[in-house]
């Protein structure tokens, strides 16, 4: 009985995991165009501009965004679960009408401290008021894509997501590449509107179906029932903030736009790529997690089910990353970024320790512990400006590198040990033990590319690269019906 709901376990979470995996896997595709093009028309420096304006609108969103989002999916999870249908829509009209006001603040916001913005976060000579006027847009987009998003996550429409990044992944190359060939850096922000309100009303159309749009942006009633999710909310901005300036001062610090660029694309590819795994996490994991908050059994069981897949999954693709790294980087961006490669290599380790971290980390978030959750945020974000910008001005971009994997460890024992203490999580003793060869697999590669010779460096990595797959493949396949016919066809 316990083998079968461990199996059952792993099939959900594997197939979320895979159903968003695809996807981004399609996303890839498209990005790796995208990114190919940019590279091309934009440079190390358009690429690092367009990171000090998206940067701009993360800050203000974190202000403005009042939590909004985090709390509406476990909430409206909660509703979905246990609530009438009446409870629901009324709910979902609050949140709507506070998306509302939120993104005409945020607007306003970016619109009229735009001089204060520009003198902020570039330096002596570089004007960008005008187009920081413009980028007022693009953050107002933010909230209402959030909500709408959050709305049909809770209600469990994880295929619709889905479907949804699928088409943004194509209309974001559809609006980014003609708008870079026509006006090159001047159009960076033109890009960022256009893309972020085609993904609002891409959210919104598939939501509206749902329940229909209703804000009532002047009723008093309203506001004062949004009033306690504000306020639940309130931690949740100030770790948004805490994480948005972090950036801003690591950017800062980093000074030129072409190090930013390298820097965004060194750390992109262990993320944003690699990333791929940790869809499911945030779209299928928070609100699974979310319904069964209250028991510390259930709760502890779904997270090592979750770390197992995650690890499982992310380590064969770090071992392809790290064992291609020039060529991926030739290929998704250009030649010009190559300085970048031993950054990303020294920093395989983030998602590595990632992938073990996030699942425990989302426990705050589903009880609705807010400041619990401010507390290990504001702490990662500190000793991340601290750590990082101390180990660029040592040893550069490969000190950055250095610095992601260092402080990915970090979070993971701070987490562990915080979390364990106040929501007793235990790691299973299976779940440990399935992470230390995956862990040494990750290990020899990463010196194998970093110090050894050329043909060394394939013949090593790539026997780490096939135990990695197998020893996946023999813990997962159990799980995954039409793997398990196939090794009964052929007696593996």
């Known amino acids: 009985m316990e083998k079968r709901e461990q199996d059952d376990s792993y099939r959900h979470v594997l197939k979320y995991t895979g159903v968003f995996g695809g996807v981004q896997g399609l996303r890839i595709l498209v990005s790796m165009l995208r990114n190919k093009l940019t590279a091309k028309l934009l440079g190390e420096a358009g690429m690092g501009l367009n990171k000090r304006f998206l940067n701009i609108s993360d800050v203000i ?63 002596a000579g570089e004007q960008h008021q005008m187009e920081i006027m413009f980028l007022s847009l693009f953050v107002a987009s933010l909230p209402i894509e ?88 309130i931690p949740y901005v100030l770790a948004g903030v805490a994480g948005a300036m972090a950036t801003g001062e690591v ?9 930013i660029g390298l820097y965004t694309v060194g750390f992109g590819l262990m993320v944003t790529y690699a ?9 299928d994991f928070f609100p699974r997690l979310s319904s069964v908050n209250h028991d510390t059994l259930r709760l502890n069981h779904a997270i090592n089910q979750q770390i197992d897949v995650c690890v499982l999954l992310i380590t064969p693709i770090m071992i392809v990353f790290a064992l291609f790294m020039p060529q991926i980087i030739s290929l998704l961006y250009d030649s010009r970024f190559l300085p970048a490669t031993t950054m990303a290599l020294c920093a395989v380790f983030y998602m590595f320790f990632k992938a073990i971290a996030t699942p425990i980390a989302y426990i705050s978030l589903a009880k609705g512990d807010s400041w ?44 562990s040990c915080v979390y ?31 110090f050894a010779p ?35 066809k052929f007696g593996c």
Not at 251 to 256: A, H, M, N, R, V
Not at 401 to 414: E, H, K, R, T, Y
Not at 423 to 445: C, E, K
């Open 251 to 259: 950017f800062k610090y980093l000074g030129d736009d072409s190090v």
């Open 61 to 123: 969103n974190a202000w403005t965004n009042l939590g909004i989002s985090f709390y509406a999916v476990r909430q409206i999870s909660e509703l979905y679960e246990e609530g009438t249908d009446e409870e629901l829509r009324h709910f979902v009209g609050v949140i709507r009408t506070w998306s509302v006001w939120s993104a005409l603040v945020a607007g306003a916001i970016c619109f009229f401290f735009a001089s204060w913005l520009n003198d902020y976060y570039f330096s």
């Open 454 to 488: 050329s043909v060394w460096k394939f013949v090593i990595s790539g026997l780490c690269l096939v135990a990695s797959l197998l020893f996946s493949w023999r813990m997962l396949s159990p799980s995954v019906p039409i793997v398990q016919k196939i090794r009964n």
């Open 146 to 233: 959030a909500v709408e998003c959050a709305l049909l996550k809770g209600l469990r429409r994880l295929r619709t997501v889905a479907f949804i990044e699928v088409i943004s992944a194509f209309s974001t190359l559809l609006f980014t590449v003609p708008v870079y060939f026509l006006f090159g850096f001047r159009g960076i922000v033109l890009s960022l509107v256009l893309c972020g309100w085609a993904t609002a009303f891409i959210h919104l159309y598939f939501s509206v179906q749902l329940y229909r749009y209703r804000v009532s942006i002047f009723s008093l009633n309203v506001v004062r029932e949004g009033w306690p999710l504000i306020r639940i909310g």
């Open 420 to 450: 364990g203490f106040y929501y007793h999580f235990r790691m299973r003793w299976r779940t440990f033990l399935l992470l230390l060869p995956q862990a040494f697999l990750l290990g020899i590669t990463l010196l194998a590319c970093l």
């Open 275 to 283: 990333g791929m795994v940790f869809r499911a996490v945030d779209t």
């Open 372 to 415: 619990m959750y401010l507390i290990m945020e504001s702490i990662y974000d500190v000793v991340f400006a601290i750590l990082l910008c101390y180990a660029y001005s040592r040893m550069q971009l490969t000190g950055a590198g250095i610095a992601l994997s260092a402080l990915s460890l970090f979070d993971l024992l701070m987490i």
